[in-house]
């Protein structure tokens, strides 16, 4: 059984760091892609960051570019986010996801609807 676990989330002023974490199991990792999604209240879902785990290539929406890294643990199965400088407009939950990398339109790393499994999602609250 896949499963996907976020944790890491919490309340932060702006200007701080967290660092989510996605810890995963039941399929092999290194032939996966992960992905970080954020849902803003009353908002859609988008896609916040992509790493693939076979190569390390990772992909990042314009809006973070420079206040993310993504990276991945290979032994422990886990996916990171490392979040700086927090805006109060980076609150939401923040999910991660995953799908076999064979096939992935890497083009389109955002689109939510390319992922097959999904976290429960932890929340991220950032105060001004």
């Known amino acids: 059984e896949v499963q996907l676990v976020e944790s890491g989330g919490g309340l932060v002023q702006a200007g701080g760091s967290l660092r989510l974490s996605c810890a995963a199991s039941g399929f092999t990792f290194d032939d996966y892609v992960i992905g970080w999604f954020r849902q803003a209240p009353g908002k859609e879902r988008e896609g916040v960051s992509c790493i693939s785990i076979s190569d390390g290539t990772t992909y990042y929406a314009d809006s973070v570019k420079g206040r993310r890294t993504i990276s991945s643990d290979n032994g422990k199965n886990t996916v990171y986010l490392q979040m700086n400088s927090l805006k109060p407009e980076d609150t939401g939950v923040y999910y991660c996801?995953?799908?076999?990398?064979w096939g992935f339109g890497y083009g389109i790393w955002y689109r939510d609807l390319e992922y097959d499994y999904w976290g429960q999602g932890t929340q991220v609250t950032v105060s001004s």
């Open positions: 996801a995953a799908r076999p990398n």
